[in-house]
């Protein structure tokens, strides 16, 4: 038997305890055999410690609701009252937009869901071009709002396309469509003119809110497919004032290369280390109020171009913004559908760097490529010692 262990100052102490047993079977047919056993054991620090907030404020257990006798210090973890309540909250489903029945009465903890859940999310869509992907988001946008009666907004900021341009009148089309289905739902079209900023996009679109009105803007892109639990999110993890939220979400891996060849999947909520990554460095998709956008200057309407508005958006809500934070977690029902991405040359060096390696992180895991390498090695050392004399001597 052995003894190993490792610290982490995270979780606390982790042990693997390694046995070696000896199963003897004495019935029948007697045999002998040596068996390999692994315990896993993890030691915490302290106890659990949980605090429910609803919109930022800390609900507090009410001292009518705290247990009566005091004469027996039970474990508070342990405790029945604790344990049914958690219960209740998971097969409710209450935990997911961060409300523990128990710690309100039941008229106060209907009044604090239907305040969470009351809110208005109002979506706000840049776009040039892309008239296929805007259909799918189109189409995900009715069946998650506008079939479910959703409480949201959505507002197209419209470019002309030099590569398509039939689709400025198309979308349109698409978006008349879906007011005069739903008249009541809140759809509206803003056109812009020039060439497509996305920067500037987002700072038109949040323009037409009202700067008096607690206006939730969620800043999404034509690529994105999502889930009711990600308006749940949205609506718990931002608050006026204290908290932003820039979701994690799961980007998909080129379809072709990752399936070989074969017809992928068209569930875009399978995820795994083969059909996509986590985009831990994007901070494109944000949630965000009227005000605490205006309050950090907004976007910077000078760049232009593919990528770095958001990354000036998110340094602004670290550095400039004051007692305010930044809440950043993975949404496994928010995911970016593959698409390729082409790199214009006459890119600034940090965007044509940042393009490119964006390009290059969806195109398969380390795995698939690594397969790939070994499966093509003749031709890619080929390729090699090809580009290897074709560049100059330095």
């Known amino acids: 038997m052995?003894?190993?262990?490792?610290?982490?100052?995270?979780?606390?102490?982790?042990?693997?305890?390694?046995?070696?047993l000896v199963y003897k079977k004495y019935r029948g047919?007697?045999?002998?055999?040596?068996?390999?056993?692994?315990?896993?054991?993890?030691?915490?620090?302290?106890?659990?410690?949980?605090?429910?907030?609803?919109?930022?404020?800390?609900?507090?257990?009410?001292?009518?609701?705290?247990?009566?006798?005091?004469?027996?210090?039970?474990?508070?973890l342990e405790s029945h009252h604790v344990q049914s309540t958690f219960r209740e909250a998971f097969e409710n489903g209450l935990l997911k937009i961060g409300v523990l029945p128990g710690a309100l009465s039941p008229h106060e903890t209907k009044k604090a869901l239907n305040k969470i859940r009351d809110k208005v999310i109002n979506f706000i869509l840049p776009l040039s071009g892309r008239i296929d992907a805007f259909q799918r988001f189109l189409s995900v946008y009715e069946d998650v709002c506008l079939q479910d009666d959703q409480k949201t907004t959505l507002m197209l900021v419209l470019y002309p396309s030099l590569t398509e341009p039939l689709s400025f009148s198309n979308s349109i089309n698409l978006m008349q469509r879906l007011q005069k289905k739903y008249p009541l739902s809140g759809i509206y079209i803003v056109p812009a003119s020039g060439s497509f900023a996305?920067?500037?996009a987002l700072e038109l679109g949040a323009a037409k809110y009202d700067d008096k009105v607690e206006n939730l803007l969620f800043l999404v892109d034509v690529d994105m497919v999502f889930t009711s639990k990600t308006l749940d999110r949205i609506r718990t993890n931002t608050i006026k004032g204290k908290q932003a939220y820039f979701p994690i979400v799961f980007s998909e891996y080129d379809p072709n290369f990752s399936h070989e060849g074969a017809t992928p999947l068209r569930n875009h909520f399978i995820l795994d280390q083969n059909s996509g990554y986590w985009r831990q460095f994007g901070y494109g998709i944000v949630s965000v109020y009227k005000s605490d956008l205006k309050s950090v200057g907004g976007f910077d309407t000078g760049i232009r171009g593919w990528g770095k508005e958001d990354v000036n958006l998110f340094?602004?809500?670290?550095?400039?913004?004051a007692?305010?934070?930044?809440?950043r977690a993975a949404d496994p029902?928010?995911?970016?559908?593959?698409?390729?991405?082409?790199?214009?040359?006459?890119?600034?060096?940090?965007?044509?760097?940042?393009c490119r390696g964006s390009r290059a992180d969806t195109y398969g895991s380390v795995p698939k490529l690594a397969q790939y390498i070994y499966n093509h090695r003749d031709q890619i050392f080929k390729f090699a010692k090809y580009r290897k004399h074709q560049e100059p001597p330095s």
């Open 2 to 20: 052995t003894l190993s262990g490792r610290l982490s100052p995270q979780y606390g102490a982790d042990y693997i305890l390694d046995l070696l």
């Open 29 to 76: 047919r007697k045999m002998t055999v040596p068996v390999r056993r692994h315990v896993y054991l993890q030691q915490q620090f302290t106890g659990l410690e949980i605090r429910e907030t609803v919109d930022g404020e800390e609900v507090h257990v009410k001292p009518h609701e705290e247990e009566e006798n005091d004469s027996v210090h039970e474990d508070p």
């Open 198 to 200: 996305r920067a500037e």
């Open 315 to 321: 340094d602004k809500f670290v550095s400039v913004a």
């Open 323 to 327: 007692n305010f934070s930044v809440f």
């Open 333 to 354: 029902q928010l995911v970016h559908v593959f698409h390729i991405v082409d790199c214009d040359p006459k890119l600034d060096d940090v965007q044509f760097s940042m």
